[in-house]
């Protein structure tokens, strides 16, 4: 270690050699010594031993410029105070990234990489298998985020079978999963704290569907979960049995019947009788509705259903009891009346009586009298 002001005085030959030593030995170094040159010059290099910085003389030789910082221990060094690029490695000028030339990889000293991604997808991290096996990797990349995210590993390796989870705020930690299905075979599974569970009202058959014991109800609730309408069993059901939904919503006000196997379907509400306003002139009566006819102002005409069903009702009342002198027509719009295919006339003060549809040849048959 030796500094040197690298002037060679004229002197005689032993004292010439040692001195011309110093000089070389200074060169070697690069002036290595805990302390500056005693003389210096624009440009010069000079290794301080006692911060283990290296520096070098600035082009109006009054100062140092620090190139780089030397760990002697860990035999590593830190550039510092200008950019550098160095086989496309670039250093900011402040030596805090460590960054590729092209900008894809960026080493930070506050405690992370970067990895840039490109036009159509995010960053991504590769490890590849081992070269006698191929050259195949595994990747980790960055999807379409809106804001940073940090995810933080365990402080340790989790136990065999054992699977990572997160906290939601990026904190990831070892969970065991479940090792099978709770309750009994054939139960419904549902979350129960976190949990598997059943329960033995809640089953499941491969050959039925979900099967819903004890008279537990199926629950059906509106927009806003604040009230629901609810399915049960009766509490005796004499004999199983099952209700198949018809395969179309059906019409205004028609009713769901049963064919007596469990088969549904909308028909017009004929099982009951739905009584209009009193009518005093022409008039088409629904199936399953009841007329009030009034014939007090003159004869009318109250005419059957065009297409009606089996068992389709209609019911006419005399509402004056002037049937007998202003007759009440029915007519049979295309469909036969008692066999017949002529309108009804009705003449008989106060009667009352009700039309039946059975078929295409006997058409509306009078079912009270």
Same mark, same amino acid.
């Given at each position: 270690?030796?500094?040197?002001?690298?002037?060679?005085?004229?002197?005689?030959?032993?004292?010439?050699?040692?001195?011309?030593?110093?000089?070389?030995?200074?060169?070697?170094?690069?002036?290595?010594?805990?302390?500056?040159?005693?003389?210096?010059?624009?440009?010069?290099?000079?290794?301080?031993?006692?911060?283990?910085?290296?520096?070098?003389?600035?082009?109006?030789?009054?100062?140092?410029?620090?190139?780089?910082?030397?760990?002697?221990?860990?035999?590593?060094?830190?550039?510092?105070?200008?950019?550098?690029?160095?086989?496309?490695?670039?250093?900011?000028?402040?030596?805090?990234?460590?960054?590729?030339?092209?900008?894809?990889?960026?080493?930070?000293?506050?405690?992370?990489?970067?990895?840039?991604?490109?036009?159509?997808?995010?960053?991504?991290?590769?490890?590849?298998?081992?070269?006698?096996?191929?050259?195949?990797?595994?990747?980790?990349?960055?999807?379409?985020?809106?804001?940073?995210?940090?995810?933080?590993?365990?402080?340790?390796?989790?136990?065999?079978?054992?699977?990572?989870?997160?906290?939601?705020?990026?904190?990831?930690?070892?969970?065991?999963?479940?090792?099978?299905?709770?309750?009994?075979?054939?139960?419904?599974?549902?979350?129960?704290?976190?949990?598997?569970?059943?329960?033995?009202?809640?089953?499941?058959?491969?050959?039925?569907?979900?099967?819903?014991?004890?008279?537990?109800?199926?629950?059906?609730?509106?927009?806003?979960?604040?009230?629901?309408?609810?399915?049960?069993?009766?509490? &005796?059901? +004499? =004999? %199983?049995? @099952?209700? #198949?939904? /018809? $395969?179309?919503?059906?019409?205004?006000?028609?009713?769901?019947?049963? *064919?007596?196997?469990?088969?549904?379907?909308?028909?017009?509400?004929?099982?009951?009788?739905?009584?209009?306003?009193?009518?005093?002139?022409?008039?088409?009566?629904?199936?399953?509705?009841?007329?009030?006819?009034? &014939?007090? +102002? =003159? %004869?009318? @005409?109250? #005419?059957? /259903? $065009?297409?009606?069903?089996?068992?389709?009702?209609?019911?006419?009342? *005399?509402?004056?009891?002037?049937?007998?002198?202003?007759?009440?027509?029915?007519?049979?719009?295309?469909?036969?009346?008692?066999?017949?295919?002529?309108?009804?006339?009705?003449?008989?003060?106060?009667?009352?009586? &009700?039309?039946?549809?059975?078929?295409?040849?006997?058409?509306?048959?009078?079912?009270?009298?």
């Amino acid at each position: 270690m030796a500094t040197h002001d690298y002037v060679i005085a004229n002197q005689g030959f032993p004292a010439f050699r040692s001195d011309l030593n110093s000089a070389l030995a200074a060169i070697v170094s690069t002036n290595s010594n805990g302390s500056s040159p005693s003389t210096t010059y624009a440009y010069q290099l000079w290794y301080d031993t006692g911060t283990n910085k290296w520096k070098m003389r600035n082009a109006d030789n009054d100062a140092w410029i620090e190139l780089a910082t030397f760990n002697q221990t860990n035999d590593t060094v830190n550039f510092t105070d200008s950019a550098a690029t160095v086989a496309g490695i670039s250093t900011s000028a402040s030596a805090t990234v460590l960054t590729l030339a092209n900008g894809s990889v960026a080493l930070n000293p506050a405690g992370f990489v970067s990895v840039g991604g490109a036009a159509t997808q995010g960053g991504e991290i590769r490890f590849l298998e081992d070269t006698d096996a191929g050259s195949n990797y595994v990747a980790l990349r960055a999807g379409t985020i809106s804001s940073n995210v940090t995810f933080t590993l365990p402080i340790a390796d989790g136990s065999s079978g054992q699977f990572l989870k997160t906290d939601g705020s990026g904190t990831l930690a070892f969970a065991t999963a479940s090792t099978g299905a709770a309750g009994s075979n054939t139960q419904v599974q549902y979350n129960n704290s976190g949990s598997f569970a059943g329960d033995a009202d809640f089953v499941w058959s491969a050959g039925t569907g979900l099967i819903i014991n004890s008279q537990k109800e199926l629950r059906l609730t509106d927009a806003d979960d604040s009230a629901y309408i609810g399915l049960k069993s009766h509490a &005796t059901v +004499s =004999g %199983s049995y @099952t209700l #198949t939904m /018809p $395969a179309a919503t059906g019409s205004a006000n028609q009713i769901l019947v049963t *064919d007596g196997s469990g088969n549904l379907s909308f028909t017009d509400n004929s099982g009951g009788t739905s009584w209009a306003a009193v009518k005093t002139s022409n008039y088409t009566a629904s199936a399953g509705e009841g007329v009030f006819a009034n &014939t007090t +102002s =003159g %004869s009318f @005409t109250v #005419t059957l /259903p $065009a297409s009606p069903t089996l068992g389709d009702e209609v019911s006419i009342v *005399d509402y004056a009891g002037t049937f007998d002198t202003n007759n009440l027509t029915v007519g049979r719009n295309s469909q036969k009346i008692e066999g017949s295919a002529a309108d009804l006339t009705v003449s008989i003060e106060r009667a009352g009586f &009700t039309l039946v549809f059975t078929d295409s040849t006997q058409g509306w048959l009078l079912k009270d009298k």
